[in-house]
């Protein structure tokens, strides 16, 4: 058997056991086939989204963003374990948006956060302080203009994994995760010129 299809079928068998949003078993969980251009669910790895969060520093004054949700891990994780003051999840998936609502739910945590249906690169974004990012670096690159403009300075953007381009962070961290280390990347966006 292909590894792409003992992937996919630990994908499908985890997702008709219903798992859960600390489930690490598989570097990533693609729900679907994806059309051309998507960006699929990645899982991000517990211990990424600590170091993602304190490397941006999170904090009880911070609006955290996540564009690409996924399961809401990031976001509940901010507001649980960061003490961030409220954080929003955008994901295209109704279905993970779904799910989201439900972790949040169990953790005690669904009066602040949220998590919205919609497209990554028509929210608006504009009250966040955090925002951050496990997507491709194509898409980094599509939504970085966005982010640029929606963005006031000072508000801090995190990567796991993908850069910017020519946009250099402000810093990265090398996190050590399945056996590989692999880069997260912090920016911050700068005064209006």
């Not at 985890?14 to 990533?28: D, H, I, K, Q, Y």
């Not at 999170?58 to 690409?68: A, E, K, R, S």
């Not at 949700?69 to 279905?95: L, M, N």
């Not at 925002?131 to 801090?156: C, M, S």
Request: glycine share 8%; net charge positive.
């Amino acid at each position: 058997m292909k590894p792409s299809t003992r992937l996919w079928g630990l994908a499908l068998l985890l997702l008709a056991a219903g798992c859960s949003a600390r489930t690490e078993s598989s570097p990533f969980l693609v729900t679907a086939p994806l059309p051309a251009g998507d960006v699929p669910f990645l899982v991000t790895p517990l211990e990424v989204v600590d170091r993602m969060l304190g490397l941006a520093g999170v904090g009880p004054d911070d609006v955290v963003y996540d564009l690409g949700a996924g399961d809401g891990r990031i976001v509940i994780s901010a507001v649980k374990d960061f003490g961030a003051r409220r954080a929003v999840g955008i994901e295209i998936d109704s279905t993970l948006v779904a799910k989201s609502r439900h972790y949040a739910r169990q953790a005690g945590v669904a009066d602040r956060v949220s998590f919205v249906e919609q497209d990554l690169f028509t929210a608006d974004v504009s009250s966040a302080t955090v925002v951050t990012l496990y997507l491709t670096r194509d898409v980094n690159l599509k939504l970085r203009p966005k982010l640029l403009a929606e963005l006031r300075p000072g508000t801090r953007v995190v990567s796991f994994n993908f850069d910017m381009g020519d946009w250099r962070p402000y810093a990265w961290i090398r996190v050590s995760t399945d056996g590989r280390a692999l880069p997260v990347y912090l920016w911050v966006v700068p005064p209006r010129r």
